[in-house]
């Protein structure tokens, strides 16, 4: 026999020894196998008990008792060896009754726990099959997905678990149960949609009573739906589901006549199931809240970003009008923004000239009207009509309304809105904007927008001429900054001059240096300077074509050539062609020369030289200013054959600067390239020796002297580079720490100094304190939201509170309070003792109730005498009338007013969230009718609402014995403040 073959009857052997008839038969064959081995072959016939083994076995094993089976053989053949080969008889048959009993009773004990056994086994496999079917679908609902994939994935699920394929799911809408969901023979009730009203079938007698149906025997139930499509179904589970305090849908499982009825095991199963079910209905309907809730804030943020748009719009037009853009420009930008914000193609702006408008600006199809130059007179068009009237003028049709321009180009206009510019009463143009036709027409809010650039427009109309003026004033200041800088390479050569003196520098040196700069700055390739030595004037300094003069020494007499002129008038003297001028010297070498200038070097009122510069042929003359910086040359080459004189100069003209420079407000900053200080003046520093100490230092250092935080030079080293890496000036807001503890805030400027390559030099730093305003800002926002008597956060504040407290007390479960605090008499107080009193009072009633909330509660002040509190985390009412104990034991010391002491009490209502309550206001609305009710019972009390009570008969756990309500026909207490 093959390997395969053995395999393959080894493995039916097995099959069939695990069947009860297989085991009936082996047994059988066993007792026989027994008893010939006790007759035959001599074995004892005591070995006939083992053959009680396989009986014990097959009765702990199977769960029929296949047990009684194997008793008869067992015992014929234990008893024929008995009878047949015991030598006593007698004692033989006895034991072996015994045994017969013994094995018999053990028998039916092990059958019996193997049944329990069995059966344990069996709630725990399907307990764990329950809870990994539970387990899977919670973990799709917080995964995601649509909620009708989960509503099915619950369905199989349940019916898989229950070995069903049978059922289906009803789900609420409106006034009726439709059915969304069915598997196995109900499917048609899915594809039909099958509807059932309340008290209809499972699924509505569920729905009607919010309880759980177990049908035994569904044909003979009283609510079945008569439909020959149901004959199948044997017994039936319906669950409802549940969402919100309200049955939202109903979960049904059905089995056939072949299948056993439910237990309450599955009946447990399909109630998990349906919870689940209910908690994914739920979470769908919480979904589609949100997404409303999201809508509706996307529709008020883009309400907010079209006002930002506009404000920013606004903004960018004031920055540009007050920096004095083009006037013209500044017009355009006004169209083109305008027309861009209210999404129109096409407009313009007329502007007015005597007796006409004309049309300055066009965009879109409006462009037509700049290009023509149309004007218009009163009631021409819409701009016609609103220079006669005066407001603005908005039509749904441009193309179709009978006041339109006879144009053909403004045939495919539609919705155009047209608004005035004024200056003062008077109507200086009109701003027009208008869509393409079949676009939507202008709302209130985009009439308002064109309004408000108009508005601009008027300004710029009404600021043209200041434009104008500055322009002018902006030219004097560009040339005046020109001479500036002209004089500050001026003063750049002294002080280069200035350092060669204090470095040991000789004359010539020095003059060789303030030629070359003269000739670099007056872009001149020729110069020298001339010396009066022994009556007669020598070249002490060449380069260029006059480089020979200085070598050979040359020597000019008075009178004779530029230098010898000047020394005989002692002015300077411009030569437009030196190698033309008739009194030039005689030398072939000086041929080439243009344009010339010489100046006289005087020191001590005395001339002693002569410098002069000279160009090309070729190039231009100098100019006057030109000749103006030769000149300040010329006074810098006699500074330095006075250099005493001029360290006294230098050091003057620097005092002059700093003392200029420390009486400026603003703090003021010179940095090198490595954000190293190279100067400070007073307002940055007013200490003389710190400021001295920080040059050559950088932030860090200097915050590190002062005690200032590190964070403050990180954040200013952030800006040094950002300007020297951008070239650009940088603005921001600064606050920094004093040592008095308090913050002040500066606005600082970084103005990054370029050279002539592009190269950041140094930087500068301004920096004003705008500490009061910053302070006034911070004051204005804390009053938008705090009453200003007590310092307790406003309605406003509360009310926001309130609304996010609700919503942690529905995610965590928490539960939350609202107390209504109202003064008793306190009208009295104020009549008795005046306002003034009345307010200090309040202010202490203020410190009181902080003082007895723990931290995360809320107190405000609503208004007159009305205080509420608003108490978190609390797990029911007793905690909340805790609280309410506390406040009205703040209460019972007396008040000191003017002088006197004062006992005032209060009434405190109630109100405790519950998870139906979603509204703040209807909370605090709850709060305010027990606080009343709490007065009218007598005032010094507190009182908890309950809607199920009618409010004339609500008591609260704090009001005193004895305590009757108002008798009918009294009025409420006034909320005036009288309490």
Same mark, same amino acid.
């Given at each position: 026999?093959?390997?395969?073959?053995?395999?393959?009857?080894?493995?039916?052997?097995?099959?069939?020894?695990?069947?009860?008839?297989?085991?009936?038969?082996?047994?059988?064959?066993?007792?026989?196998?027994?008893?010939?081995?006790?007759?035959?072959?001599?074995?004892?016939?005591?070995?006939?008990?083992?053959?009680?083994?396989?009986?014990?076995?097959?009765?702990?094993?199977?769960?029929?008792?296949?047990?009684?089976?194997?008793?008869?053989?067992?015992?014929?053949?234990?008893?024929?060896?008995?009878?047949?080969?015991?030598?006593?008889?007698?004692?033989?048959?006895?034991?072996?009754?015994?045994?017969?009993?013994?094995?018999?009773?053990?028998?039916?004990?092990?059958?019996?726990?193997?049944?329990?056994?069995?059966?344990?086994?069996?709630?725990?496999?399907?307990?764990?099959?329950?809870?990994?079917?539970?387990?899977?679908?919670?973990?799709?609902?917080?995964?995601?997905?649509?909620?009708?994939?989960?509503?099915?994935?619950?369905?199989?699920?349940?019916?898989?678990?229950?070995?069903?394929?049978?059922?289906?799911?009803?789900?609420?809408?409106?006034?009726?149960?439709?059915?969304? +969901?069915?598997?196995?023979?109900?499917?048609?009730?899915?594809?039909?949609?099958?509807?059932?009203?309340?008290?209809?079938?499972?699924?509505?007698?569920?729905?009607?009573?919010?309880?759980?149906?177990?049908?035994?025997?569904?044909?003979?139930?009283?609510?079945?739906?008569?439909?020959?499509?149901?004959?199948?179904?044997?017994?039936?589970?319906?669950?409802?589901?549940?969402?919100?305090?309200?049955?939202?849908?109903?979960?049904?499982?059905?089995?056939?006549?072949?299948?056993?009825?439910?237990?309450?095991?599955?009946?447990?199963?399909?109630?998990?199931?349906?919870?689940?079910?209910?908690?994914?209905?739920?979470?769908?309907?919480?979904?589609?809240?949100?997404?409303?809730?999201?809508?509706?804030?996307?529709?008020?943020?883009?309400?907010?970003?079209?006002?930002?748009?506009?404000?920013?719009?606004?903004?960018?037009?004031?920055?540009?009008?007050?920096?004095?853009?083009?006037?013209?420009?500044?017009?355009?930008?006004?169209?083109?923004?305008?027309?861009?914000?209210?999404?129109?193609?096409?407009?313009?702006?007329?502007?007015?000239?005597?007796?006409?408008?004309?049309?300055?600006?066009?965009?879109?199809?409006?462009?037509?009207?700049?290009?023509?130059?149309?004007?218009?007179?009163?009631?021409?068009?819409?701009?016609?009509?609103?220079?006669?009237?005066?407001?603005?003028?908005?039509?749904?049709?441009?193309?179709?309304?009978?006041?339109?321009?006879?144009?053909? !180009?403004?045939?495919?206009?539609?919705?155009?809105?047209?608004?005035?510019?004024?200056?003062?009463?008077?109507?200086?143009?009109?701003?027009?904007?208008?869509?393409?036709?079949?676009?939507?027409?202008?709302?209130?809010?985009?009439?308002?927008?064109?309004?408000?650039?108009?508005?601009?427009?008027?300004?710029?109309?009404?600021?043209?001429?200041?434009?104008?003026?500055?322009?002018?004033?902006?030219?004097?200041?560009?040339?005046?900054?020109?001479?500036?800088?002209?004089?500050?390479?001026?003063?750049?050569?002294?002080?280069?001059?200035?350092?060669?003196?204090?470095?040991?520098?000789?004359?010539?040196?020095?003059?060789?240096?303030?030629?070359?700069?003269?000739?670099?700055?007056?872009?001149?390739?020729?110069?020298?300077?001339?010396?009066?030595?022994?009556?007669?004037?020598?070249?002490?300094?060449?380069?260029?074509?006059?480089?020979?003069?200085?070598?050979?020494?040359?020597?000019?007499?008075?009178?004779?050539?530029?230098?010898?002129?000047?020394?005989?008038?002692?002015?300077?003297?411009?030569?437009?062609?030196?190698?033309?001028?008739?009194?030039?010297?005689?030398?072939?070498?000086?041929?080439?020369?243009?344009?010339?200038?010489?100046?006289?070097?005087?020191?001590?009122?005395?001339?002693?030289?002569?410098?002069?510069?000279?160009?090309?042929?070729?190039?231009?003359?100098?100019?006057?200013?030109?000749?103006?910086?030769?000149?300040?040359?010329?006074?810098?080459?006699?500074?330095?054959?006075?250099?005493?004189?001029?360290?006294?100069?230098?050091?003057?003209?620097?005092?002059?600067?700093?003392?200029?420079?420390?009486?400026?407000?603003?703090?003021?900053?010179?940095?090198?390239?490595?954000?190293?200080?190279?100067?400070?003046?007073?307002?940055?520093?007013?200490?003389? !020796?710190?400021?001295?100490?920080?040059?050559?230092?950088?932030?860090?250092?200097?915050?590190?002297?002062?005690?200032?935080?590190?964070?403050?030079?990180?954040?200013?080293?952030?800006?040094?580079?950002?300007?020297?890496? !951008?070239?650009?000036?940088?603005?921001?807001?600064?606050?920094?720490?004093?040592?008095?503890?308090?913050?002040?805030?500066?606005?600082?400027?970084?103005?990054?100094?370029?050279?002539?390559?592009?190269?950041?030099?140094?930087?500068?730093?301004?920096?004003?304190?705008?500490?009061?305003?910053?302070?006034?800002?911070?004051?204005?926002?804390?009053?938008?939201?705090?009453?200003?008597?007590?310092?307790?956060?406003?309605?406003?504040?509360?009310?926001?509170?309130?609304?996010?407290?609700?919503?942690?007390?529905?995610?965590?479960?928490?539960?939350?309070?609202?107390? +209504?605090?109202?003064?008793?008499?306190?009208?009295?107080?104020?009549?008795?003792?005046?306002?003034?009193?009345?307010?200090?009072?309040?202010?202490?009633?203020?410190?009181?109730?902080?003082?007895?909330?723990?931290?995360?509660?809320?107190?405000?002040?609503?208004?007159?005498?009305?205080?509420?509190?608003?108490?978190?985390?609390?797990?029911?009412?007793?905690?909340?009338?805790?609280?309410?104990?506390?406040?009205?034991?703040?209460?019972?010391?007396?008040?000191?007013?003017?002088?006197?002491?004062?006992?005032?009490?209060?009434?405190?209502?109630?109100?405790?969230?519950?998870?139906?309550?979603?509204?703040?206001?209807?909370?605090?609305?709850?709060?305010?009718?027990?606080?009343?009710?709490?007065?009218?019972?007598?005032?010094?009390?507190?009182?908890?609402?309950? !809607?199920?009570?009618?409010?004339?008969?609500?008591?609260?756990?704090?009001?005193?014995?004895?305590?009757?309500?108002?008798?009918?026909?009294?009025?409420?207490?006034?909320?005036?403040?009288?309490?």
């Amino acid at each position: 026999m093959s390997d395969e073959a053995f395999r393959r009857v080894a493995g039916r052997a097995r099959a069939w020894a695990q069947q009860p008839q297989g085991w009936v038969a082996a047994y059988g064959t066993l007792c026989a196998g027994a008893l010939v081995a006790v007759l035959r072959l001599g074995v004892p016939y005591s070995a006939v008990v083992l053959l009680a083994g396989p009986v014990l076995l097959a009765a702990a094993r199977f769960e029929r008792r296949v047990y009684a089976l194997m008793l008869p053989p067992a015992a014929s053949a234990t008893l024929l060896a008995v009878v047949l080969r015991a030598p006593d008889l007698r004692e033989a048959l006895v034991a072996w009754g015994g045994l017969a009993v013994t094995v018999a009773a053990s028998s039916e004990l092990l059958y019996r726990l193997g049944r329990s056994h069995r059966v344990a086994q069996e709630q725990l496999r399907r307990r764990a099959a329950l809870l990994d079917a539970l387990h899977t679908t919670t973990v799709r609902l917080l995964g995601g997905g649509p909620s009708e994939d989960l509503l099915v994935h619950v369905l199989r699920r349940a019916c898989a678990l229950l070995e069903t394929p049978h059922g289906n799911l009803f789900l609420a809408e409106g006034g009726r149960m439709r059915c969304r +969901f069915a598997l196995g023979a109900t499917r048609w009730m899915q594809e039909e949609g099958i509807e059932v009203l309340p008290g209809q079938g499972l699924a509505g007698h569920v729905w009607q009573t919010g309880k759980p149906v177990v049908v035994g025997d569904y044909a003979r139930w009283e609510h079945r739906i008569p439909d020959p499509r149901l004959d199948f179904v044997r017994s039936a589970a319906a669950m409802p589901l549940v969402g919100n305090g309200r049955v939202t849908g109903v979960i049904v499982v059905l089995r056939e006549a072949s299948h056993p009825p439910f237990t309450a095991d599955d009946v447990l199963a399909v109630e998990r199931f349906a919870e689940v079910a209910s908690l994914v209905v739920q979470n769908s309907d919480l979904y589609r809240r949100t997404e409303r809730e999201l809508a509706r804030r996307r529709q008020a943020e883009a309400q907010l970003r079209r006002k930002h748009d506009l404000l920013r719009a606004l903004h960018a037009t004031t920055e540009e009008l007050l920096s004095g853009t083009d006037f013209d420009s500044l017009l355009v930008a006004i169209v083109h923004r305008a027309t861009g914000l209210l999404t129109a193609t096409h407009g313009n702006l007329y502007l007015r000239e005597g007796d006409v408008m004309r049309c300055r600006v066009g965009v879109g199809a409006a462009r037509w009207a700049q290009q023509a130059g149309v004007c218009l007179r009163p009631g021409e068009g819409m701009v016609g009509r609103v220079w006669e009237s005066g407001q603005s003028f908005v039509v749904d049709d441009y193309a179709a309304w009978p006041g339109r321009l006879p144009f053909p !180009e403004v045939d495919d206009l539609g919705p155009a809105i047209t608004v005035p510019l004024r200056v003062g009463p008077e109507v200086v143009g009109a701003l027009f904007a208008a869509r393409s036709r079949g676009e939507r027409g202008f709302t209130d809010e985009e009439v308002d927008a064109a309004t408000r650039f108009a508005h601009l427009a008027s300004l710029v109309l009404n600021s043209a001429s200041l434009y104008r003026a500055a322009r002018e004033e902006l030219e004097r200041r560009t040339q005046a900054e020109e001479r500036l800088r002209r004089r500050q390479q001026l003063l750049e050569a002294l002080h280069v001059t200035t350092q060669g003196l204090l470095s040991g520098l000789g004359t010539n040196e020095l003059l060789h240096a303030i030629v070359r700069r003269a000739c670099q700055l007056l872009d001149s390739a020729h110069g020298n300077l001339y010396l009066l030595e022994d009556g007669v004037l020598r070249c002490r300094v060449g380069l260029g074509n006059m480089a020979w003069a200085g070598q050979e020494g040359l020597t000019v007499r008075r009178g004779e050539g530029m230098v010898g002129r000047v020394w005989e008038s002692g002015q300077p003297l411009v030569v437009e062609d030196y190698s033309a001028w008739p009194h030039r010297l005689p030398d072939p070498r000086f041929d080439g020369l243009g344009g010339a200038v010489s100046v006289p070097l005087f020191a001590s009122g005395q001339f002693v030289g002569a410098f002069s510069v000279a160009r090309d042929r070729a190039c231009p003359p100098f100019s006057a200013d030109e000749v103006e910086t030769v000149v300040r040359f010329g006074q810098l080459a006699s500074l330095v054959l006075h250099n005493a004189r001029v360290t006294q100069a230098v050091d003057e003209q620097r005092a002059f600067y700093e003392e200029l420079l420390d009486h400026v407000p603003s703090d003021i900053a010179v940095l090198d390239r490595q954000f190293r200080y190279l100067y400070l003046n007073r307002s940055a520093v007013r200490d003389p !020796e710190l400021r001295r100490w920080a040059v050559g230092r950088d932030d860090f250092e200097l915050c590190a002297r002062v005690g200032q935080d590190r964070s403050v030079a990180e954040r200013r080293r952030r800006y040094l580079e950002q300007a020297a890496a !951008e070239g650009r000036t940088l603005e921001f807001e600064e606050e920094v720490r004093g040592r008095d503890g308090k913050s002040h805030f500066f606005l600082r400027r970084i103005h990054p100094v370029v050279d002539r390559d592009g190269q950041v030099t140094r930087l500068i730093g301004y920096g004003v304190n705008i500490t009061d305003r910053k302070r006034a800002e911070l004051r204005l926002a804390h009053l938008a939201l705090h009453d200003a008597l007590t310092g307790l956060p406003n309605r406003s504040l509360f009310m926001d509170r309130l609304q996010h407290a609700l919503d942690r007390a529905r995610r965590t479960g928490n539960r939350v309070a609202v107390l +209504f605090v109202d003064l008793d008499r306190f009208k009295a107080v104020n009549d008795t003792l005046g306002h003034d009193a009345g307010d200090r009072l309040l202010q202490q009633v203020a410190d009181r109730l902080r003082a007895c909330l723990r931290a995360c509660d809320t107190v405000a002040r609503l208004a007159g005498d009305e205080f509420t509190v608003l108490v978190e985390e609390i797990v029911g009412p007793q905690d909340a009338q805790a609280v309410a104990w506390r406040v009205q034991e703040a209460f019972r010391q007396p008040f000191h007013l003017a002088g006197q002491t004062v006992r005032v009490t209060a009434s405190v209502g109630i109100a405790v969230s519950t998870p139906d309550l979603h509204s703040p206001e209807d909370l605090l609305r709850r709060s305010d009718t027990a606080m009343y009710q709490a007065k009218a019972m007598g005032r010094n009390r507190s009182l908890l609402f309950d !809607e199920a009570v009618p409010s004339s008969t609500q008591e609260g756990a704090g009001a005193p014995a004895g305590t009757r309500p108002p008798a009918p026909g009294t009025s409420e207490p006034s909320r005036s403040g009288t309490g």
